[in-house]
Each structure stands twice: as C-alpha cells, then as structure tokens.
C-alpha cells in the first residue's frame, strides 16, 4: 500500500490529453513537498519525467505538464503518442517518522 | 556524461544478506553535492525507496527497512554499495542504484540519473 495514491491504469488514444493523478496527504504533498514524476517503459529504468511540480528536464517533450494543488498533483499528456505507453511514478518526501522518499503505487497508461 | 551500474549476486538464499556495488563513471562521486540512492521494485510492483548516502558517508533509510539496511560509500573506487541483512522472497526485486539532482532545493530529490538495474532473487 503506497503513501501516495495513483489509479492503477489509464487508457487514451492517440492525440488525446490523458491526466494522471498522484493523491497524498497534510505530511507530504500537502506539507509542501515538491511532486516529481517518473516514465517507466517496459525492461527499462524509471526516467525523470517531472520535477518540482511542474519542471521538465532537458529532452522531455512538453506534451508533458505537471501540476499541483493541496495534497494533489498531476501529470497531463496531450496528444497522445504510442510511445507514451508506459507507466507513470509519482515521488515526492513524507516527513512522518524520520521522514523519506515515497512513491505513488504507479499508473500504467494504454494507447488505444 | 554520468552512468551508473549495478553490480552483485543475482541470487541470495533466505536469510543471509543481500550485497549489491553501483558504479559511478563519467564524474567523480565526491566532487559535488551529490547524495546517491537505493530503490527498488518487485516484478509487476511498484518502486520502493531504500535509503541515501552522502559523499561524506551520512545516510538516511527507508523507516520499514532500516533495521536490515546499511548504505556505504568508497569514493577511491567510484562507488556506493548496499547490504541488506536477513532477506526473505519478499526482498526479490530488481534494485536500482540513482542519483539525486545536484544543487536542487531539496537533496531527497529528484533522481536524474538511474543504473539499469539488477534482478535479485530470494530463494533457496
């Protein structure tokens, strides 16, 4: 059971804007704690989709957009691509007990 | 450009401890404010993070496993290493090593650069 709460899976075809959603609580999203999020394709390595709420590294189309509200965040992708079947991480910091790193169980998105 | 690359056993009985190595190559390890990660994921799970080093060898680890958990570093060779005492199935995973964006606003995250990862399996 993950800190923070994504749906399990999304479906959208191509060229349409598909929203994910990463739900947390008043000690992490909430608490101020930056939001990042992560692609991972299939056999492959998490990469840096997101960071700061709503920044994208060098590379990353900006097809992708984060955004964040309360003890929300979400990532948008418009016009969909067959290549953005994949799944998608949200991260963020909890500052209960000693305080850590979390993830969100992660959502995996279908291209129709 | 930096790489990173896991390295160790890829099958551990139950109960003993788990050693994994990242390898950190195009840049030194201690030549910034660098803090590097451990993470890990269950096949068809989600990602789990582990713990985080220093440069100066400080750590922070994941409250759940904590107790079983010890991160060092070895900047001589480049890099970082995991052990992870008394392992059961439930730690067969494949383990990430990453590093956290340097000079950010926080040094929790983001990881901007991932090792490929390694299959580690518990099983007797």
């Known amino acids: 059971q993950s800190v923070l709460t994504q749906p399990p899976s999304l479906s959208g075809a191509p060229g349409q804007r598909v929203t994910i959603s990463c739900t947390g609580s008043?000690?992490?999203?909430?608490?101020?704690?930056?939001v990042q999020w992560y692609q991972q394709l299939p056999g492959t390595a998490p990469k840096l989709l997101i960071y700061?709420?709503?920044n994208r590294p060098s590379g990353v189309p900006d097809r992708f957009s984060g955004s964040k509200s309360g003890t929300s965040a979400s990532l948008a992708i418009t016009g969909l691509q067959a290549e953005d079947e994949a799944d998608y991480y949200c991260q963020s910091y909890d500052s209960s007990l000693s305080g850590f790193v979390v993830f969100g169980g992660g959502t995996k998105l279908t291209v129709l | 450009q930096v790489q990173l690359q896991e390295s160790g056993p890829g099958l551990v009985k139950p109960s003993q401890t788990l050693s994994l190595t990242c390898t950190v190559s195009?840049?030194?390890?201690?030549?910034?404010?660098?803090?590097w990660s451990w993470i890990r994921q269950p096949a068809g799970k989600g990602l789990e993070w582990i713990g985080r080093?220093?440069?100066?060898?400080?750590?922070n680890y994941n409250p759940s496993l904590k107790s079983r958990v010890t991160i060092s570093v070895d900047t001589s060779k480049n890099q970082f290493s995991l052990k992870l005492s008394s392992v059961t199935a439930a730690d067969t995973a494949v383990y990430y090593c990453?590093?956290?964006?340097?000079?950010?606003?926080?040094?929790?995250?983001?990881?901007?650069?991932w090792g490929q990862g390694t299959l580690v399996s518990v099983s007797s």
């Open positions: 195009g840049g030194s390890i201690s030549s910034g404010n660098y803090y």
């Open positions: 990453a590093r956290v964006l340097p000079d950010y606003s926080s040094s929790w995250y983001p990881f901007d650069y």
């Open positions: 700061g709420n709503i």
């Open positions: 080093i220093y440069t100066s060898g400080s750590t």
């Open positions: 008043s000690s992490n999203i909430g608490a101020g704690y930056d």
